[in-house]
């Protein structure tokens, strides 16, 4: 990705189409997490989100524009809100640790930030 903007954009595209198809539940969380983190060959760190009332639902594999992104589904006031995780290797623009950026796009919100060498891009 080129941009915050170009990343928020594919992540609300993504978002949008309303496939939660989901390869592992809340339940399932660890071992699917380690599988993920095999498949994109990075260790996934899930946010800690307990302060901010998300629930955990569950994951899987995805496509975000031309990289290979986990992507996790949480709930919010009976809303579904999506996580995307991926490598920072994948943004080719300067995101310092711990910045983080916050947008409407379509109507939607979009915090993207990045720690432990992974962006992360939350839409709800």
């Not at 997490?33 to 998300?54: C, E, K, T, W, Y």
């Not at 920072?88 to 796009?105: K, L, P, T």
Request: include cysteine; proline fraction near 1%.
């Amino acid at each position: 990705y080129h941009s915050l903007q170009d990343l928020g954009q594919a992540a609300v595209a993504r978002h949008l189409t309303r496939n939660t198809t989901m390869t592992f539940t809340a339940l399932e969380q660890e071992n699917g997490l380690a599988g993920m983190s095999r498949a994109l060959a990075f260790n996934i760190v899930l946010p800690d989100f307990s302060n901010q009332g998300l629930l955990f639902l569950g994951g899987r594999l995805c496509m975000l524009g031309k990289c290979r992104t986990a992507y996790l589904f949480y709930e919010k006031n009976k809303k579904l809100c999506s996580l995307f995780i991926m490598d920072d290797r994948h943004v080719s623009f300067e995101m310092a640790d711990g910045c983080r950026f916050s947008n409407q796009i379509q109507g939607l919100h979009t915090n993207i930030w990045k720690e432990n060498g992974q962006v992360y891009a939350l839409v709800f």
